[in-house]
């Protein structure tokens, strides 16, 4: 075989290997039903407990709740906005006092969340376990 002949059948062979690579992805989305992407939740969804155990609160969909862990009892209900990844506002109404309060929470890490209100007092409060009642 000469040179020539050489180069156009590993040219073809290559051009061969090459289409058999781009063909031998999934196959075409055909009678497949469709399924919605998964909903991501917020990084601040779920439950949260006080450092003392006292209280917890909720994160659902942008409302916001306060248990009393002892009684069940709601202490505070609002809403809140996830400001960005790491940073949530809450508008919180004492249902004790029938004030309502603005508080600011920095996810410090993936279980802690570090709260200052607008009157200045800080609270910190700790991502419960799915597992823990």
Known sequence: MNAGKFRAAA????????AGCQMAG???????PMTPPPMQQSGFEGDWVSTDGVALSRFTSGRF?????????KLAE???????PTTVSISVTSLIRQTTTQVNCAMVTQTQLNC????????S?????AGTA
């Open 11 to 18: 040219a073809t062979t290559m051009v061969l290997a090459l």
């Open 26 to 32: 999934e196959p075409p989305m055909r009678n497949r």
């Open 65 to 73: 709740e306060t248990l009393a862990t002892d009684t069940g009892n």
């Open 78 to 84: 609002g809403s809140y906005t996830q400001l960005n």
């Open 116 to 123: 200052t209100s607008s009157a200045g007092q800080q609270f």
């Open 125 to 129: 409060l700790i991502r419960r376990s």
